[in-house]
């Protein structure tokens, strides 16, 4: 069963417009932890915000903010503000187990096109 | 500060031969990964290490081993490749385990399978 779910395979948004990519995860554990990563067309990793699974709070970078609702299982990434170099592929991961048996999924990833 | 080193960046194979990539790492990290990345798949987990000598299977580990006998080095090996073989491959590390530090990225082997 696929435990990160991205539900956006692609985006389109204005320049300047709030933008929220959707990610659902799938988890028996307690604690765990959830990454945002980009990925532009030179095809590096770049990584955005991470939110733990007992953080009370948001998670917020810049003009990244994570919008966690654990009751929902969902972790969606808002980037407020877009920009022209916000364009690339974006990928939400879970690290689940703990200890020295955790392993770290990533989702199928939304691409998302800023138009100016 | 060379972070995730992987070699080679391009490969080209025949269906049959056997390859390995390395990946390598300066930051004494514990946790060492292998991902391929194929278009509309996402980054699918390969195999994964918490350690030097232990390794563990991810979510698609057939056609592939690894070991990981010193820290910094995490080799991926191909027994016998095949054409699904061809894709970007990722090695990534981050600190000790159950930790919020994100991973770091090679910035890929990019494989093709004739």
């Known amino acids: 069963a696929q435990k990160i779910t991205q539900t956006q395979p692609g985006m389109f948004v204005q320049e300047k417009e709030a933008v929220t990519l959707d990610c659902t995860y799938d988890?028996?554990?307690?604690?765990?932890?959830l990454f945002w990563y980009k990925q532009p067309s030179s095809g590096e990793m770049i990584f955005l915000i991470y939110?733990?699974?007992?953080?009370?709070q948001n998670a917020t970078e810049g003009r990244y903010s994570l919008n966690f609702q654990k009751a929902r299982k969902s972790a969606n990434l808002v980037i407020s503000a877009s920009q022209l170099g916000d364009s690339a592929m974006y990928f939400c991961?879970?690290?689940?187990?703990?200890?020295?048996?955790?392993?770290?999924?990533f989702g199928k990833g939304t691409r998302l096109h800023i138009l100016p | 500060n060379a972070g995730v080193t992987q070699t080679p960046k391009f490969q080209v194979l025949k269906t049959g031969q056997s390859m390995t990539l390395q990946c390598a790492q300066d930051?004494?990290?514990?946790?060492m990964s292998w991902y391929r990345q194929d278009p509309g798949m996402g980054l699918r987990l390969i195999h994964y290490?918490?350690?030097?000598?232990?390794?563990d299977q991810g979510e698609v580990p057939n056609g592939y081993n690894v070991s990981r006998s010193t820290t910094e080095d995490f080799p991926l090996r191909l027994l016998s490749a095949a054409p699904s073989q061809t894709s970007v491959y990722f090695c990534?590390?981050?600190?000790?385990?159950?930790?919020?530090?994100?991973?770091?990225f090679g910035d890929g082997t990019r494989l093709s399978i004739l």
């Open positions: 930051m004494n990290h514990e946790y």
């Open positions: 991961a879970m690290r689940e187990g703990g200890d020295r048996d955790d392993k770290i999924i």
């Open positions: 990534a590390s981050s600190p000790v385990s159950n930790s919020n530090q994100p991973q770091h």
């Open positions: 290490s918490v350690g030097a000598g232990i390794t």
């Open positions: 939110q733990g699974s007992y953080d009370e």
């Open positions: 988890t028996s554990d307690q604690s765990y932890g």
